[in-house]
């Protein structure tokens, strides 16, 4: 038997249309798929906590609390990156603490971490204050392909990673560049070294992710990612339902709950109309691009990416910046396309191109990785590159974290005069303009619907 881990109201929708799914919206799917025997409903992490505040002044903490209200059957899976957690720097160990400690009191069960450049000095603290409250951590390796990134690059990995204490491993193909040959030769070198479950998460982008499934299935892999269609496909995960009926019958079966799929679906697609409707889901997320293979862009990337060229007026640059992206890749030592190195080089493919001259303009997150801020790069960095954007700058070689001060206290302090909770707190140590700006528009509405209250009675 294979186990499923549906996607469609995190990655599903980050994947197709930027994160906008409101909490009513995921809360009313979640209701339902309780009832269809997942393995686990990932539901909050990645960009979710971001855009819940920037875009639906929504507060991301209450999403988590009202869908584990009506989850009462399914283990909830959430998705952070490590020494980053959901923000685009590193951040003290007691803020990491604190976010796994306050992520799981308000109904997390597994904590998949991950490190963008596979450091996994950057993914120790999530480790061990993941169980030390009682949840469960899944470290997901960040695959890729490059001549650094060998089968047996990734079994050392997987042997470290079981090592550091992770319940679970995930093979993370955030690109969708994994091919059914090489996921079966992975899985099975990987399952020889680990005695712990292999998840499989990749995506549609290239048109190859149905195929590779059932390779790492045959190959011994324990849970794959889906989701509910019509949020599946094109940059998001393979169709829940088309898997399942594909391996029902079969020693895979997944045995899930047909009825409570079918009571969603009307659902969803009245949702996704509604995203398609209002231009959110743009049509190119829903291609198959097998050229994806060379770019390696990941699904969320691509959607933001498109975005991005089209605020430009761009759009007929968009074969150009597919076509930088691995040059910028190869020139910052191979990092793999996940948040937030996907951003970090899709936006300088996006600079380079845009601008007519490579590198000329860069983003202070590509100088912070230049200097080792966000660990260590797989491969060697191209020397000229970094002399033209760093100059003669020195670099650390530590792990990053060590290197920070605690914060948390210093900004409950900073912030006591708006935040009202730790998640609060926490709200403002990721997403700090954003979370100020969101936390006093939520009190101030607060207040004044207690005063429309109090006249009324």
Request: proline share 4%; net charge negative.
């Amino acid at each position: 038997m294979v186990r499923f881990v549906e996607t469609s109201v995190r990655d599903g929708h980050q994947s197709l249309f930027a994160t906008r799914m409101t909490t009513e919206e995921v809360v009313s799917l979640c209701k339902i798929l309780d009832n269809a025997g997942y393995h686990a409903i990932e539901v909050w992490g990645g960009a979710t906590f971001d855009a819940a505040m920037r875009f639906l002044s929504e507060d991301p903490w209450e999403r988590l609390r009202e869908v584990k209200k009506v989850c009462k059957k399914t283990k909830l899976q959430m998705l952070f990156r490590g020494q980053n957690i959901l923000g685009y720097r590193h951040y003290s160990d007691d803020v990491v603490d604190m976010f796994c400690k306050k992520s799981i009191e308000n109904g997390i069960d597994i904590i998949r971490v991950f490190d963008a450049l596979n450091d996994i000095r950057n993914l120790k603290q999530a480790v061990e204050s993941t169980k030390k409250y009682g949840g469960e951590c899944q470290i997901a390796l960040s695959y890729t392909t490059s001549p650094v990134h060998t089968i047996v690059y990734y079994t050392d990995l997987a042997k470290q990673i079981e090592k550091l204490g992770a319940d679970s491993l995930c093979i993370k193909d955030m690109a969708g560049v994994l091919v059914p040959e090489d996921a079966a030769k992975l899985v099975s070198a990987i399952k020889k070294e680990i005695s712990i479950p292999l998840e499989l998460h990749s995506h549609c982008t290239a048109g190859v992710c149905e195929m590779t499934y059932k390779a790492a299935i045959e190959a011994g892999v324990d849970i794959v990612d889906t989701s509910l269609s019509p949020l599946s496909n094109g940059t998001a995960q393979p169709s829940t339902q088309a898997l399942a009926m594909a391996l029902k019958g079969t020693k895979y079966d997944p045995k899930l709950n047909f009825e409570a799929i079918h009571e969603a679906e009307p659902l969803m697609t009245n949702i996704v109309n509604k995203y398609v409707a209002n231009g959110l889901l743009n049509p190119k997320s829903l291609e198959v691009n097998p050229n994806i293979l060379t770019y390696q862009v990941p699904g969320g990337m691509l959607s933001n990416m498109i975005k991005q060229l089209s605020d430009q007026g761009a759009m007929d640059k968009y074969e150009e910046v597919l076509r930088e992206i691995p040059k910028v890749r190869k020139d910052l030592g191979y990092p793999p396309l996940v948040t937030p190195m996907s951003q970090m080089v899709g936006t300088q493919a996006v600079l380079n191109v845009l601008n007519g001259e490579r590198y000329k303009m860069c983003a202070k997150e590509v100088k912070d990785y230049l200097h080792g801020k966000y660990g260590k790069a797989p491969a060697e960095i191209d020397e000229d590159v970094k002399k033209k954007i760093i100059g003669d700058d020195e670099t650390i070689d530590c792990r990053p974290a060590d290197l920070l001060e605690p914060e948390f206290e210093k900004l409950k302090e900073k912030y006591r005069d708006i935040a009202r909770s730790d998640e609060d707190v926490l709200s403002l140590a990721l997403f700090e303009n954003v979370a100020v700006d969101f936390l006093k528009k939520k009190y101030a509405a607060e207040a004044d619907e207690i005063d429309e209250f109090e006249m009324f009675i």
